[in-house]
């Protein structure tokens, strides 16, 4: 069981980190260290919105596969 958490969080671990690096440059905090000078607020839309959310929602089944993970 414990094998299947650890291979089912690799593969959420190598999602998560493409889908942050598919996301907009210009958003978060790179926009604010040096991004664009003419940074707006911009609401997300589309396929944008549909990346941030799915990244929202792999980070936190991979903290609760972590605690499951812990406890087993």
């Excluded at 958490?5 to 998560?16: E, W």
């Excluded at 604010?32 to 944008?48: D, K, M, P």
């Amino acid at each position: 069981m414990q094998v299947i958490i650890s291979v089912i969080q690799l593969i959420i671990a190598v999602v998560i980190v493409v889908l942050i690096l598919l996301q907009e440059r210009s958003s978060g905090l790179s926009g604010v260290l040096g991004g664009s000078e003419s940074s707006f607020y911009q609401t997300r839309r589309g396929l944008e919105k549909i990346i941030f959310r799915s990244t929202v929602l792999l980070v936190f089944l991979f903290v609760i596969l972590s605690l499951v993970n812990l406890v087993i």
